[in-house]
């Protein structure tokens, strides 16, 4: 167990539904500590399962702190939001995409829990991503359109400046 080699978005798998965690067992908590190890690794903000090619319904989320989701699904949003977004299976790119500003989020723990999650902000466009891994879509699919890299430059900018 350790790192888990991320798919890039050529691959069919990560087009495909993934299935529902019914099994809440050492498997499962191998999968979620190698997403963990491979998004810190990687220092993502996120990763889905699917990217590690395992189509099951499970995603690690690394925002302030790293989130463990096995079976989510939103239940509640609003607002809107515009802004940056990339993904590790689409490595040098990023995209303009609209998500909603605050999100609910229902799923279940490692050991099969029910856990409760708001998210605002950059949680939120972080979850709405990790959750349409688990449906086969990519933020490529949802996007206004790539950003240039003049706007990327001025990004650079303002994180430089905060
Ligand atoms: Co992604």
Redesign the pocket.
């Known amino acids: 167990m350790g790192l888990r080699t991320i798919l890039h978005d050529s691959d069919p798998t990560l087009r495909k539904q993934s299935r529902e965690v019914t099994n809440f067992d050492r498997r499962l908590h191998d999968l979620l500590d190698d997403l963990a190890e491979t998004v810190a690794h990687a220092n993502g903000a996120?990763l889905?399962a699917p990217?590690a090619g395992i189509l099951r319904r499970v995603c690690v989320i690394n925002v302030d702190g790293l989130i463990e989701l096995v079976n989510p699904r939103i239940t509640a949003s609003d607002g809107t939001q515009e802004g940056a977004e990339g993904?590790?299976?689409i490595p040098g790119r990023t995209g303009l995409v609209k998500r909603p500003n605050r999100v609910i989020v229902e799923a279940q723990n490692r050991h099969g829990k029910s856990v409760v999650l708001e998210g605002e902000g950059f949680l939120a466009r972080a979850l709405c991503?990790?959750l349409d891994?688990l449906n086969g879509v990519?933020?490529t699919d949802v996007m206004e359109r790539f950003m240039t890299l003049e706007e990327l430059a001025e990004l650079d900018k303002e994180d430089e400046e905060e």
Request: overall charge negative.
């Open positions: 996120g889905a990217q993904c590790l299976s991503h990790e891994h990519l933020y």
